[in-house]
């Protein structure tokens, strides 16, 4: 069974900085992309970011392009995001997810159970 945790959430104030974790487990950690989204409240699950299998290809979505990170290590089993110059409007609850392929662009099949991003301003 396929499981993700994500972790590194918290409050944080306008301009600063975290950096989320999401450690999977259940199946080969290497043979697939990874991503994040996010959910604020009133509003629909969004997509922030995906990498594929061995890190080389990323791709963001345009509202946190040079800000935010997103990379993986597979020794770990670990993909992580590092947030910079965070925003209020960044406050949301951040999923990390795992595609059914290697590659970006083709939809996740499991998600972790989040966790909150919160910036103050």
């Known amino acids: 069974q396929v499981q993700l945790v994500e972790s590194g959430g918290g409050l944080v104030q306008a301009g600063g900085s975290l950096r989320l974790s999401c450690a999977a487990s259940?199946?080969?950690?290497?043979?697939?992309?990874m991503g994040w989204l996010r959910q604020a409240p009133g509003k629909e699950r969004e997509f922030v970011a995906t990498?594929?299998?061995?890190?080389?290809?990323?791709d963001y979505a345009d509202s946190v392009k040079g800000r935010f990170t997103i990379s993986r290590d597979n020794a770990k089993n670990t993909v992580y995001l590092q947030m910079n110059n965070l925003k209020p409007e960044d406050t949301a609850v951040y999923y990390c997810?795992?595609?059914?392929?290697?590659?970006?662009?083709?939809?996740?099949?499991?998600w972790g159970q989040g966790t909150q991003v919160t910036v103050s301003s």
């Open positions: 990498i594929n299998w061995s890190g080389g290809s990323t």
């Open positions: 997810a795992t595609s059914p392929s290697p590659e970006i662009g083709y939809g996740w099949d499991y």
């Open positions: 259940g199946r080969t950690f290497s043979n697939y992309a």
